[in-house]
């Protein structure tokens, strides 16, 4: 029952972190860590801060390590650890000092006890994802005793710029978005083509007359064959001529009768005007 009575308490001190790091008396901000009723002093460091100051880059974490002292003379326990952004410009008068207000920070449980004079660093990790200006960053750390009181320690009121991430080609990200607008780009492209420049320019026919493909296959390196020794062949790619010596290799003769493969022989008769001029030549 404890123990849930100080989770409690602790809820509710931390929904007053965000108005008391609104306020915006001078001399409020400059008072120290340790609060007067409890012997505990908090710093917070940045071990990825650079030399100009603190930088909270957009999607990426921004990890705080937080530092307790315990000087009490009994454990303490830190409940929570969370905080705010608010602007650096003056607030209107008659606004409430929450108006100032521009982000609060997602507070961590821990629940850790902290043995008396001794010291316990505590990491805390937020994230942001504002646009880029410079803000106060206040960090709360809320801490209970054993006799049930509950405290907010200020760990860290300082100013902070948001800043937005350095891109690099080398990116995952970028990468991947290069290659999904290149084939986008190059499937258009190809549309385009197929779509209207290609009914443009219209493609010749392959082939041709049986001949012209028997001799450009030929490398034209053979001579011409006579119309008599064609022989019509119907292939794959269409008719072609070839030569009867080449056409008998392609069967058996075997069994093929011999007064058909044996042709008659075609005999030239002679002119009679040739005959008769031999005649004459005789004569004389």
Same mark, same amino acid.
């Given at each position: ?11 509710? &001190?931390?929904?007053?972190?965000? /108005?008391? +790091? ?23 460091? #940045?071990?990825? +801060? ?11 974490? !921004? ?5 307790f002292t315990n000087n009490e003379a009994e454990p303490v326990q830190v409940a929570l650890i969370g905080g705010a952004l608010s602007s650096l410009q003056p607030i209107a008068p008659g606004l409430h000092p929450s108006a100032a207000i521009v982000r609060n920070i997602t507070a961590t449980r ?14 805390? !990790?937020? !994230? ?13 750390? @809320?801490?209970?005793?054993?006799? %049930?009181?509950?405290?907010? /320690?200020? &760990?860290?009121?300082? !100013?902070?710029? /948001?800043?937005?991430? +350095?891109?690099?080609? #080398? ?12 084939? +986008? #780009? &190059?499937?258009?492209?190809?549309? /385009? ?13 392959? %082939?041709?007359?049986?001949?012209? *493909?028997?001799? *450009? ?7 011409? @064959? ?13 008719? &072609? ?26 005999? *030239? ?10 005649? *004459?030549?005789?004569?004389?």
């Amino acid at each position: 029952m404890g123990f849930s009575k100080y989770t409690a308490l602790a809820l509710v &001190a931390l929904r007053a972190v965000s /108005v008391f +790091a609104a306020d915006s008396v001078e001399e409020e901000l400059e008072t120290p860590a340790a609060l007067p009723n409890l012997a505990v002093s908090v710093s917070a460091s #940045f071990p990825n +801060a650079e030399v100009f100051g603190v930088k909270l880059i957009n999607g990426h974490a !921004t990890q705080a390590v937080l530092s307790f002292t315990n000087n009490e003379a009994e454990p303490v326990q830190v409940a929570l650890i969370g905080g705010a952004l608010s602007s650096l410009q003056p607030i209107a008068p008659g606004l409430h000092p929450s108006a100032a207000i521009v982000r609060n920070i997602t507070a961590t449980r821990y629940d850790i006890e902290i043995p008396a004079g001794e010291k316990q660093t505590l990491p805390y !990790t937020f !994230t942001t994802d504002l646009h880029p200006q410079d803000l106060r960053l206040n960090l709360i750390a @809320v801490v209970s005793s054993q006799a %049930g009181n509950v405290y907010q /320690v200020q &760990a860290y009121n300082e !100013t902070v710029s /948001v800043v937005e991430a +350095a891109t690099s080609i #080398f990116d995952p990200q970028i990468i991947f978005l290069y290659l999904f607008l290149l084939a +986008a #780009f &190059a499937g258009t492209l190809y549309f /385009v083509y197929k779509t209207w420049i290609e009914t443009l320019f219209p493609q010749s026919k392959r %082939g041709g007359k049986g001949g012209e *493909r028997a001799k *450009r296959s030929s490398g034209g390196s053979k001579k011409a @064959v006579a119309p008599e020794d064609q022989v019509s062949v119907i292939g794959a790619d269409g008719p &072609a001529v070839t030569t009867g010596a080449e056409a008998q290799k392609a069967y058996d003769e075997s069994w093929i009768p011999e007064h058909h493969l044996n042709r008659p022989t075609a005999k *030239r008769v002679k002119s009679g005007a040739s005959s008769k001029q031999k005649t *004459r030549v005789v004569a004389e």
